[in-house]
C-alpha cells in the first residue's frame, strides 16, 4: 500500500511563502501524474497543480505565477511552493498520485491520498 504524507503547512500572512511537501512511501519515479489539491470549508476540492512523469506541469489559473510543482525522485517526495500567498490560498491542502491515466488540473480520481495539510493566510 502506496502511502502519502504531506507537511509544511500553517499560518502565515498574505505576501508570505510556504513550501508544502508530500512524502510517498514508495518509490515515484514514473508515476503517471502527481498533484497538489485544496479544500476550503464549503466548497468544493480543486485541482492547484499537477506534474506528470515527464515533468510537465498544469496549474490552476489562481495560482499561475505563484506557486510550482515539483518532485525529487531520489527523496520521493512531491513539493508544493506557494509564494504571495493570498488569504483565498486558506484551505486543506492535499497531495495524490497514479501510476495510471492522464494528468490534468481537473483530475480528481487518483489511487493515493495524502491525509492533508492545513495553510491558513491573513490579511
Known amino acids: 500500500q502506496v502511502q502519502l504524507a504531506e507537511s509544511g503547512g500553517g499560518s502565515v500572512q498574505a505576501g508570505g511563502s510556504l513550501r508544502l511537501s508530500c512524502a510517498v512511501s514508495?518509490?515515484?519515479?514514473?508515476?503517471?501524474?502527481m498533484g497538489w489539491f485544496r479544500q476550503a470549508p464549503g466548497k468544493e476540492r480543486e485541482g492547484v497543480a499537477t506534474i506528470d512523469s515527464g515533468g510537465t506541469t498544469n496549474y490552476a489559473d489562481s495560482v499561475k505565477g505563484r506557486f510550482t510543482i515539483s518532485q525529487d525522485n531520489a527523496k520521493n517526495t512531491l513539493y508544493l511552493q506557494m509564494n504571495s500567498l493570498k488569504p483565498e490560498d486558506t484551505a486543506m491542502y492535499s497531495c495524490?498520485?497514479?501510476?495510471?491515466?492522464?494528468?490534468?488540473?481537473?483530475?480528481?480520481?487518483?489511487?493515493?491520498w495524502g491525509q492533508g495539510t492545513q495553510v491558513t493566510v491573513s490579511s
Open positions: 514508495r518509490y515515484i519515479y514514473g508515476y503517471a501524474c
Open positions: 495524490a498520485a497514479d501510476r495510471f491515466g492522464g494528468c490534468y488540473i481537473g483530475r480528481r480520481g487518483f489511487a493515493y
